[in-house]
């Protein structure tokens, strides 16, 4: 009888696993890549420039200048992202070494530390140009809702 107990208990235990998964699996990568357009539609994702259009009252002459404005940042913040995948995966090898060595290990934090530093004053002066072109009104919106992502790893980005 208590064998049959811990049998059904069990089971009823795997199935309730079964039923608590949040999305069904599927072997597509377009089924899920659909999942999640149709899931994120509306919101911050997507597009890192999308939400810039959500600005109220945006002509076409301030929408073609913050994409520029995005352009060009990106252009210059893309090495430093680079470098900073870089430094990370140094910092990975050092710590993962047979023979640690701590001087090296605490450069590396350093020159992640200081290009981190280098995107967040990028980020900045692109946040501070896209404000130049706006109104109070346009300004009030983006300075209440920048970096409100309703996502993960969203805060802080456009």
């Known amino acids: 009888m208590k064998k049959t107990t811990a049998i059904l208990l069990a089971m009823m235990m795997m199935v309730t696993t079964l039923f608590a998964q949040d999305t069904p699996k599927s072997d597509s990568k ?9 899931r994120h539609r509306g919101s911050h994702h997507g597009n890192r420039g999308e939400h810039k259009m ?5 002509t076409d002459e301030q929408h073609e200048k913050i994409k520029a404005i995005h352009v060009k940042y990106g252009k210059e913040m893309l090495p430093i992202r680079n470098e900073i ?42 946040h501070q140009e896209v404000r130049a072109l706006l109104n109070d009104e346009q300004r009030l919106f983006l300075d209440t809702y920048h970096g409100e992502g309703h996502g993960r790893k969203m805060k802080g980005k456009w």
Request: proline fraction near 2%; hydrophobic fraction near 30%.
């Open 85 to 126: 995948k870089e430094q990370k995966a140094k910092l990975n090898s050092l710590q993962t070494a047979e023979n640690v060595d701590m001087k090296a290990i605490n450069k590396t934090i350093d020159n992640i530390s200081k290009l981190k530093g280098d995107l967040m004053k990028q980020r900045a002066a692109s």
């Open 54 to 58: 959500r600005i109220p009252g945006l």
């Open 30 to 38: 377009k089924d899920r890549s659909e999942r999640v357009e149709g």
